[in-house]
């Protein structure tokens, strides 16, 4: 089982539509979760951190199911910035080392 | 300022040419890291320094090397390039907070 699995996609939703994607993961220990965008052909950046009591900004909002493993990101009233890959990461504590696991990213296209 | 900046943007190498990518920060960050990404694979880390004069292996470090002399900069070496090598090549640096990195604009590099 992959450490860090999310559905391809591509997710195609309309314009002002609201749109959720799951990512789940294998080590019941990791600690921390985290949502990237990557625009095509550009470098990831930062989205939002996952907390345990989730987390909104504007139109985003994260969750963690540490139950079930997974967390998610949802989008309301897309706009087509929106457009872009949404990548999961993972944090695990390893020995002395903290150990960041990319998950291989959501395709998401925001349609007029 | 620059953030993190990568150097060169493009190369085409072929097999058996050596090179060095260029990481360079001004954000003052402890921690460094070098990323290939390719299609299907998502980001796999290759080599990570959590200081200056300190480096390590991350999950796919054969052919490559890396070296941290200064705070700001970090390199990637190819020694003896291959075509398995062709990728985008990712630079991030990070303070302690490992989940939160900021990403260069990556190198996109072909072996012929």
């Known amino acids: 089982r992959k450490e860090v699995e999310q559905d391809p996609g591509p997710f195609n939703v309309p314009e002002g539509a609201t749109v959720a994607f799951n990512c789940t993961y294998s080590?019941?220990?990791?600690?921390?979760f985290f949502w990237y965008r990557q625009d095509c052909r550009k470098e990831p950046k930062l989205l939002m951190s996952?907390?345990?009591s989730g987390n909104e900004d504007g139109r985003f909002t994260a969750q963690l199911n540490r139950a079930s493993q997974y967390i998610s990101l949802l989008i309301r009233d897309s706009k087509l910035s929106d457009s872009a890959t949404y990548l999961c990461v993972v944090m695990v504590r390893v020995g002395g080392y903290q150990k960041v696991t990319f998950g291989t990213g959501t395709k998401l296209q925001v349609i007029p | 300022n620059a953030g993190v900046t990568q150097t060169p943007k493009f190369r085409v190498l072929k097999t058996g040419q050596s090179m060095t990518l260029l990481c360079a920060q001004d954000m003052n960050h402890e921690y460094m890291y070098w990323y290939r990404q390719d299609p299907g694979m998502g980001l796999r880390l290759i080599h990570y320094?959590?200081?200056?004069?300190?480096?390590a292996k991350g999950e796919v470090p054969d052919g490559y090397n890396v070296s941290r002399l200064k705070k700001q900069n970090f390199l990637l070496g190819l020694e003896s390039a291959a075509p398995s090598q062709t990728s985008v090549y990712f630079c991030?640096?990070?303070?302690?907070?490992?989940?939160?990195?900021?990403f260069g604009p990556g190198t996109r590099l072909t072996v012929t």
């Open positions: 996952v907390y345990s």
């Open positions: 320094s959590v200081g200056e004069g300190t480096t």
């Open positions: 080590n019941s220990a990791s600690q921390s």
């Open positions: 991030a640096s990070s303070t302690d907070r490992v989940g939160e990195q900021y």
